[in-house]
């Protein structure tokens, strides 16, 4: 990029300016509709609750419209986390009255709420999904972002396709939404379509060509399809962007969103670099965004292990390999100097912050106290069953790390919402004897059931044995277990995915035996089928398809 870009995209004063990047964190919304991934209401809450201990500006709780459990979910998130001090509470409604009417419902108790409204741009989108003109688009948009005013003073206006769409059509649609009333204009690669140069170009071109703009934030939105949605949005801060739409671990549509993770950290170590750009001098010391980093490692585990989306080990940032140096000429660099081979301090991102917290004489307070200081607010309880279960766990396990709370809350907010409760599971197996399992099985009416099973390892037989009762056809489709900490002792973490009528469902489970838990995983996984199946709850995608088949959401 050359200089005289970055004079262009800083100079003059802009009204909105935010004097640094905003976060807007999309996984509750985007990031959950990654297939199998799926949250309950208490798992969105959980999350929520870390996302502004994280410090995003801007929280994407859900789509309220598409089903009477994503409302609940923004309500929810909406009063326990929007608070004054808290994050702006975000959902997200089509370009249409009843989307919007909900929206607006569900965010209302937050102290600072958004509506995020959209509607597509492209020819391809107009011609093929809409079924409608370009000009009938240039009069839904004033309308519906005047009806979203109407609720609430701040809203965002989001030009689907935009990376794909004609920027002459683009320029006259972005000036209607904000003559309108929008503050945040969002440009999204929705198909993860463009290249660096290009998306920084389209964001330098409306900022040059629509004469209100600085009356509004520019925000990007992305999609990873070819991998650059990170390069295209720090090529879009170049260029005048100042809202970043991402998700904790990319999770999202498809190969998912940006990753916040790898913005955020981009932008803190590259802070000279990015400095010139927000018009600022090249040493100034001021964060670019408002995240606490140290918590990075933390949200990225609580997001993996709640949404059964397991977490690459080379992922930049946050994979277990991102600060490791396995080679000889890197170990012997970094023990002469970090710097030599290391960029950033694994600090920086929460991750050598594993203390040994707590041990089998630890008291109930002492439980609680470290469970706030990590961010968990229990209900008396959820406490209640998180103490019973360290209990256990000290019994079995000497010193109890972080990690092991984590887990161990993780695993407890899977059985939340459950139709059925693992009671018991046992297993025989080793060499000349067919492995052999015997489950028993709570379901909802608090009768115990009971399977046994013959598979090829214990894992296997416990799964047959489940199904068994259970009676919901599916196929394991992935199964990954990993210990929490180091040792002998440790807990195993285990994540599964199920597939059923071509969707897939999650489950985690934590445990000292990976059998049992293999089989909470199990659980936890077919009680979200369940749910799901039961409540009919629908994304976004499906809430266009049933809008575009004429059926109402
Ligand atoms: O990818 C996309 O275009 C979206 C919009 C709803 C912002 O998710
Ligand atoms: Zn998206």
Redo the contacts with the bound molecule.
Sequence with gaps: MSDSTAQSSTSGPRAKDPGRVLIFD?TL??GE?SPGASLNLEEKLTIAQQLSRLGVDIIEAGFPFASPGDFEAVQRIARSVGSQDGPTICG?ARAARADIKACAEAIAPAARSRI?T?IATSDIHLRHKLRKSRKEVLEIVPEMVAYACSFCADVEF?C???GRSDPEFLYPVIEAAIAAGATTI?I????GYTTPAEFGALIAAIDANVPSIDQAVISV???NDLGLAVANFLEAVKNGARQL?CTINGI??RAG?AALEELVMAMHVRRQYFNLFLGRPLECPDPLTAIRTEEIHKTSRLVSNLTGMSVQPNKAIVGANAFAHESGIHQDGVLKNRLTYEIMDARTVGLMDNRISLGKLSGRRAFRSRLEALGYNLSNEDLNAAFARFKELADRKRDITDRDLEAIVSDQSQQVEATFSLELVQVSCGTNMHPTATVTLRNIDGEDHTAAAIGTGPVDAVCQALNHLAAVPNELVEFSVKSVTAGIDSMGEVSIRLRHGGRLYSGYGADTDVVVASAKAFVSALNRLVATTRAAGLN?QQAEDCLEAGRGV
């Design positions: 999309t919304r985007d509709q997200l995020h959209f989001s689907e396709d935009a969002n999204p690669d929705t198909v939105h992305g999609h739409e999202g549509e969103n976004p």
